[in-house]
């Protein structure tokens, strides 16, 4: 049997795979989408995303058919030099694609989103017809 790499932030224990034998390489990459937030008040559905260090320029939010998709990515390089020798060298990626469906009609073309501490916030106003509406109840004679 092999030893096996433990790594504690495994989405899934490796020593019960009946793939357990396999390189770090053959395993397909593992992405969660933890982070996203919704609520409703009264007049508008908010969702909020997490986008950890990304600036709001490199954000993009798009709706359509009832779906909200909020993407996000970023690559930065960081060099250290000393006397001309690259001593260190550091590569930065950071991607977040976030895809729901609003829990009621929104006003689409009535959808603001900005970002403020690494969240995106989205609001979008409820539609009118999607309201709740108060019904009086009658008596029969």
């Given amino acids: 049997m092999a030893i096996l790499r433990w790594d504690p932030f495994s989405s ?3 020593f ?16 969660e989408n933890r982070g996203l937030d919704f609520y409703e008040t009264e007049d508008e559905v908010v969702v909020k995303a997490a986008v950890p260090g990304v600036p709001a320029d490199k954000v993009d939010v798009t709706f359509e058919d009832g779906v ?19 001593i260190y ?17 929104v006003m689409g073309e009535k959808i603001d989103a ?11 106003p409820i539609a009118p017809a999607a309201k709740a509406k108060k019904i009086t109840v009658k008596t029969k004679k």
């Fill in 12 to 14: 899934f224990p490796r």
């Fill in 16 to 31: 019960i795979s009946p793939m357990a034998g396999f390189d770090d390489e053959d395993w397909p990459e593992v992405t």
């Fill in 68 to 86: 909200l998709r909020i993407k996000a990515r970023i690559e930065e390089t960081e060099e250290e030099k000393k006397k001309k020798k690259v």
């Fill in 89 to 105: 060298r550091q590569h930065k990626i950071a991607s977040f694609d976030y895809t729901t469906t609003l829990p009621r009609a």
């Fill in 114 to 124: 900005e970002v403020s501490d690494g969240v995106v916030t989205v609001k979008a």
